[in-house]
């Protein structure tokens, strides 16, 4: 499996807050970390009360560590402290699965025009 680098890592973190400025996100404290998983690419997780949103990258992929993907993968994850206030909103309504399927088709729709892939 192709392993992310010390060096992916840090270019991915870059992208992760070139993002966050693009999409107006700076109130909230970014992190970005590493650690090991069978399936995801990154995955992230946010506190909403002390606006806190951290980003963790997987020491190996099950694709190639390209910087389009990596850029790619930032993107997505910061998509997803965008529509957090959405997500938050609908879990009071609805099941947070069908609410991250729905939360999935936005965020492909937006790197489709944000990157031309998603
Ligand atoms: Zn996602």
């Known amino acids: ?25 700076t109130n909230w404290r970014l992190y970005v970390d590493q650690r090991g ?11 909403d ?6 980003v963790i990258i997987s020491t190996e992929w099950n694709e190639p560590v390209t910087l389009e993907a990596l850029n790619a993968t930032a993107f997505h994850e910061i998509a997803h402290i965008l529509l957090r206030p959405l997500v938050e909103f609908a879990e009071a309504h609805n099941s947070a ?4 399927c ?17």
Not at 49 to 54: E, N, P, Q, R
Request: net charge negative; charged share 25%.
């Open 49 to 54: 009360t002390a606006l806190i949103f951290t």
């Open 97 to 100: 699965r069908d609410i991250e």
């Open 1 to 25: 499996m192709p392993e992310v680098t010390a060096e992916h890592v840090k270019y991915f973190a870059e992208r992760c807050r070139y993002w966050q400025r693009e999409f107006g996100l």
């Open 37 to 47: 998983d069978e399936s995801d690419l990154a995955w992230a997780d946010g506190n």
């Open 102 to 118: 729905v939360e999935h088709a936005i965020i492909h729709r937006l790197s489709m025009a944000a990157l031309g892939n998603a």
